[in-house]
C-alpha cells in the first residue's frame, strides 16, 4: 500500500492551498483517512481526519479555514486549506488508519509528507 500526497508548497499569509493524496495498493476498505503535520522543532499533531461514513475531526487551530473531504471509491482524501497563516507552515503528512487489506490484516499506513510554506 502506497499514500501518494500532493498539492505542497509556497503561499503567502492569507492563500489559499489544496492537498490531495491517493491510496493505492491491495486495500478492502479504509476506515480513516487524515491529514497530520509536524512543524521544524515540534511534533507532529493532527490537523483533519475523516471517516469512511463522514465523521469529521478537525484541530482547534484550523476550524473554519481547512476543510476536509474524501472519495471513498478512490480512497483519496483532500485538504482545502484556506486563510493559511505563517504558523501553518510544515511538513504535512497524509495518514490512511484501519486499513483492511484484501488478506484481511488491518494496518496503518503514512505518506511521504509534502511541505507547505506560508510566507510573503
Known amino acids: 500500500v502506497q499514500l501518494q500526497a500532493s498539492g505542497g508548497g509556497l503561499v503567502q499569509p492569507g492563500g489559499s492551498l489544496t492537498l490531495s493524496c491517493a491510496a493505492s495498493?491491495?486495500?478492502?476498505?479504509?476506515?480513516?483517512m487524515g491529514w497530520y503535520r509536524q512543524a521544524p522543532g515540534k511534533q507532529r499533531e493532527l490537523v483533519a481526519t475523516?471517516?469512511?461514513?463522514?465523521?469529521?475531526v478537525y484541530a482547534d487551530s484550523v476550524k473554519g479555514r481547512f476543510t476536509i473531504s474524501r472519495d471513498n471509491a478512490q480512497n483519496t482524501v483532500h485538504l482545502q486549506m484556506s486563510n493559511l497563516k505563517p504558523e501553518d507552515t510544515a511538513v504535512y503528512h497524509c495518514?490512511?488508519?484501519?486499513?483492511?487489506?484484501?488478506?484481511?490484516?488491518?494496518?496503518?499506513?503514512w505518506g511521504q509528507g509534502t511541505l507547505v510554506t506560508v510566507s510573503s
Open positions: 475523516v471517516s469512511t461514513r463522514g465523521d469529521i
Open positions: 495518514n490512511a488508519d484501519n486499513v483492511v487489506l484484501y488478506d484481511m490484516t488491518i494496518r496503518n499506513y
Open positions: 495498493g491491495s486495500i478492502f476498505s479504509i476506515h480513516v
